[in-house]
């Protein structure tokens, strides 16, 4: 059973960063490209970075320069670094691979940016 538990989440002003880690069990993380997602108040979840099993990466233009993804396959986690948060970066946050095709979301982790 493919399991994904995301943290690192938490409340922080405009201009301070957050780490997130996602957990996979049930699925090795190598055989896969896999990404960050978001999901703001009101809207639809969208792709916010992802990273290839070679370690390409690719970035929403909104989070360009600012987040960085990574994955460590030996632990099966993917991680994001978010530098220099924006308000408009608020939202739950979820890991999943890309196309988005595991069978199961994990809870995400909250983030919450304050002006």
């Known amino acids: 059973q493919v399991q994904l538990v995301e943290s690192g989440g938490g409340l922080v002003q405009a201009g301070g960063s957050l780490r997130l880690s996602c957990a996979g069990s049930?699925?090795?993380?190598?055989?896969?490209?896999m990404g960050w997602y978001r999901q703001a108040p009101g809207k639809q979840r969208e792709l916010v970075a992802r990273?290839?099993?070679?370690?390409?990466?690719n970035y929403a233009d909104s989070v360009k320069g600012r987040f960085t993804i990574s994955r460590d396959n030996a632990k099966n986690t993917v991680n994001l670094q978010m530098n220099s948060l924006k308000p408009e970066d608020t939202g739950v946050y979820y890991c999943?691979?890309?196309?988005?095709?595991?069978?199961?979301w994990g809870q995400g982790t909250q983030v919450t940016v304050s002006s």
């Open positions: 990273i290839g099993s070679s370690g390409t990466t």
């Open positions: 049930g699925i090795f993380f190598s055989r896969y490209m």
């Open positions: 999943n691979s890309f196309p988005a095709t595991l069978p199961s």
